[in-house]
């Protein structure tokens, strides 16, 4: 595997050289090069390419579908999720603007864009995407707490007995979320709830919930619909980079690294000779990849690959 000073050593574009010293060498952050590299992120032309579409009330439009003509080509989560890629965070302004919106949400001062869904209950569903997306910004965000602690509640309730109860998670459900029983439950094995609960469980109901999830069929939803514990048959395919996503969602729970053992053998193993990883063309989505400002040359793309996998099993 290629070192990180290896990757400091070649000609970088800004975002994967501002993402390495960030993450990989922990360059502390008023450091005067990572304040200059932040600057130019701001600048640079994929971040460009998002806030530019950004309304004056600090959203993008609709938040979780593309259901109503509006005036960007992005939902709000599908730009809060490239800017986080891209390196932005709290400080930043167009980050701050956003929190003020779904704060505003959650608080009830506002309504999202979207079309309310008649499945399930709007508002549980609006306050749980929107407190996710709190959470991933910032940890310590008081009121997307409330929301997740009430998730967390639930998840421990389904996991209580020495495993998954769905009855047990029903009760739960109906009890602490105080909903109507005529809208369909939220299933637990997608990305908000995934994303909304490091920290949050204790560690024999982490351990049972980590367990349940890699041995779904069903994967994550919204991230990958297939079983966790089957690996994809590419590794240089769009399928794959959404299997690493979901990991890189596992990794966030202190308890997830013990039981990740073979998903490191598998990306270990699709190292290229020449110390790279390459997920190939097929995996730029303009949500994960690219980070470099083009591909036009493929060792950018090696870079942008590499630079993502080494931040992934630095955290495993």
Excluded at 70 to 95: F, M
Excluded at 174 to 191: A, E, G, Q, R, W
Excluded at 192 to 206: A, D, M, N, T, W
Excluded at 271 to 283: C, T
Aim: aromatic share 10%; net charge neutral.
């Amino acid at each position: 595997m290629i070192k990180q000073v290896d990757l400091l050593k070649m000609e970088l574009d800004v975002i994967p050289k501002y993402l390495i010293l960030r993450d990989l060498e922990e360059t502390a952050k008023h450091n005067i090069e990572l304040t200059c590299l932040k600057k130019a992120v701001i600048k640079s032309k994929w971040v460009n390419h998002i806030i530019s579409q950004q309304l004056n009330d600090g959203s993008w439009g609709t938040f979780h579908s593309m259901s109503q003509n509006i005036n960007t080509k992005v939902t709000t989560e599908q730009a809060l999720r490239r800017l986080i890629i891209l390196g932005l965070d709290s400080s930043d302004e167009p980050i701050k603007k956003i929190v003020e919106y779904m704060e505003k949400h959650l608080l009830g001062e506002i309504e999202l864009r979207d079309r309310p869904e008649k499945k399930h209950n709007w508002t549980l569903f609006t306050h749980l995407i929107v407190a996710t997306w709190l959470r991933i910004i910032d940890p310590d965000n008081q009121l997307a707490y409330e929301v997740a602690k009430d998730w967390a509640d639930v998840i421990t309730g389904a996991f209580s007995s020495s495993t998954y109860n769905s009855c047990d998670y029903k009760e739960a459900y109906y009890d602490i979320h105080k909903v109507s029983k005529d809208k369909c439950m939220l299933n637990f094995t997608n990305f908000y709830i995934v994303s909304l609960l490091p920290g949050l469980l204790p560690e024999e109901i982490e351990l049972k919930f980590i367990d349940y999830i890699l041995n779904s069929t069903q994967g994550i939803y919204y991230i990958y619909d297939r079983p966790l514990n089957i690996q994809p048959d590419k590794f240089n395919s769009k399928q794959a980079s959404r299997y690493i996503n979901a990991y890189e969602l596992l990794s966030k729970y202190a308890n997830s690294k013990s039981k990740l053992k073979r998903f490191k053998d598998w990306l270990l193993d699709n190292i290229q000779e020449d110390g790279f990883w390459d997920m190939g063309q097929v995996s730029k989505d303009n949500i994960q990849f690219p980070l470099s400002d083009s591909w036009r040359v493929p060792l950018k793309r090696k870079i942008d690959c590499t630079l993502r996998l080494q931040r992934l099993l630095y955290k495993i």
